[in-house]
């Protein structure tokens, strides 16, 4: 049996195995791709460095565990990038399953600069509503979130004394794994003209690209690719930029295989034929 007559046969095992071994051992390496940012990527990044010490910026975390691998690096990342200028961080979520996940991401961002809750990060937590809560924070955001997560009166919190409604917070990131991020777009760019970056999976990202050619968002980060361009960014790895490599091999893994399977198939028939 010749080589290619092998590879047309080879046990599917060994490619679940060679595929694992391509998976795990960049983490084990701990191997860096250098990922260069696009322009969207680059757009949202300046977007959060252009923002003054002290303004207050809205995160929006619409997701939950099975969009997390894709969305929490990018998150973090624009936290720390956040963080590391002064920023203040107002987060909320559309999705309730998305609450508790952002709280941990919050803390173990804010536990990094030593921030405290109240003066330097706030998390509103989740109301129903969609585009009305949306609609309602642009009037007067105590309408709808009178309370931060835990109930506390957000006239407590020192950072919030002064936010009322978009006015004070000129730039909103969402992170979004359905189909919130076209609400955002559709009630509070149309409506009160917020600037908006989204940060979405692989597979929603192309569907706001329309958006960001017509500049109703400011900035697009997509996928684990995205979130390691803005690790690049912001000069800090993370999961993203150590998830790359894993990702990138095991898609020329399989190109090669597949390459290799069809060249076997070709090569078997026409030998088969004469």
């Not at 940012?37 to 990044?45: F, H």
């Not at 979130?145 to 004070?168: A, C, E, R």
């Not at 958006?211 to 993370?238: C, D, F, P, S, T």
Request: aromatic content about 10%.
């Amino acid at each position: 049996m010749g080589f290619f007559e092998r590879i047309a046969k080879i046990d599917r095992r060994i490619i679940y195995i060679l595929l694992a071994l391509v998976i795990i051992m960049p983490f084990f390496i701990h191997i860096i791709m250098p990922i260069r940012a696009a322009g969207p990527e680059q757009a949202a990044y300046n977007a959060v460095e252009s923002l003054p010490t002290g303004t207050p910026v809205l995160i929006s975390m619409d997701f939950d565990p099975a969009s997390m691998p894709e969305l929490k690096p990018m998150a973090t990342a624009i936290m720390r990038h956040c963080f590391s200028k002064g920023l203040k961080v107002i987060m909320l979520g559309h999705w309730y399953t998305g609450v508790p996940l952002a709280q941990l991401i919050l803390e173990d961002v804010a536990s990094e600069f030593e921030l405290e809750y109240g003066k330097d990060y706030v998390n509103l937590g989740y109301r129903p509503g969609g585009s009305a809560v949306v609609l309602a924070m642009g009037k007067e955001l105590r309408d709808v979130f009178p309370t931060d997560y835990k109930g506390t009166p957000i006239d407590s919190l020192p950072m919030m004394v002064s936010i009322h409604n978009y006015s004070q917070t000129p730039l909103l990131v969402a992170f979004e794994a359905g189909a919130t991020g076209d609400m955002w777009v559709q009630y509070a760019w149309a409506r009160f003209r917020l600037n908006i970056v989204l940060g979405m999976t692989a597979v929603s990202a192309p569907d706001a690209y329309p958006y960001l050619q017509a500049n109703q968002i400011v900035g697009l980060i997509g996928g684990l690719k995205g979130a390691a361009a803005y690790e690049m960014l912001i000069k800090r790895h993370g999961v993203a930029s150590v998830g790359m490599p894993a990702q990138s091999y095991a898609h020329l893994l399989i190109i090669i295989f597949i390459i290799l399977g069809n060249i076997g198939y070709f090569v078997t028939r026409k030998r088969r034929s004469k």
